[in-house]
């Protein structure tokens, strides 16, 4: 019994330093602009890597927005997705993108609503931090 739980617990931290390092942007082919985004919370990145865990990929549209495009975030137990975004009292959350207009720049102060087990997690206090929470995209 003691060697399964040794066994377990390497797994574990394995798996986790292996999410951690997991590159989660791809860059969209033929347009200009930013093609990654990192959070911060409290001028850290976020952590348990949700600094990126919740973004799939980056880009600029056509109208020179930046545009998010979401994906679960899982690190151990814990899965959510960001259910809403609020830049200047603007929702800027929509079909599973963040649009960010381009006049707002390369560094956005925004409000994030996390859902899924992440949010339970972070309610009772799992995960040192609220939600939602006041934060910063920055673009690159």
């Known amino acids: 019994m003691k060697h399964i739980k ?13 999410a951690l390092g997991v590159t989660a942007f791809a860059a969209e082919t033929g347009t200009s602009g930013y093609t990654s985004a990192v959070m911060y919370y409290e001028g850290e990145p976020a952590p348990k890597g949700m600094d990126t865990g919740c973004f799939d990929s ?16 899982h690190y151990s137990i814990a899965t959510g997705t960001i259910e809403s975004c609020i830049a200047n009292g603007e929702e800027l959350v ?5 649009v960010i207009p381009s006049e707002l720049g390369s560094s956005v102060e ?4 996390f859902g899924g ?10 995960i040192p931090m609220s939600n939602p929470m006041t934060c ?3 673009l690159s």
Do not use: F, P, W
């Open 110 to 113: 925004v409000r994030i609503t």
């Open 58 to 73: 980056v880009y600029t549209n056509a109208d020179g927005d930046t545009v998010i495009v979401l994906k679960e975030y």
């Open 94 to 98: 929509s079909n599973e993108t963040i």
């Open 117 to 126: 087990s992440l949010a339970t997690l972070i309610k009772i206090g799992m």
């Open 136 to 138: 910063t995209i920055v």
């Open 6 to 18: 040794k066994i377990i617990s390497i797994v574990l931290a394995t798996v986790m330093v292996m």
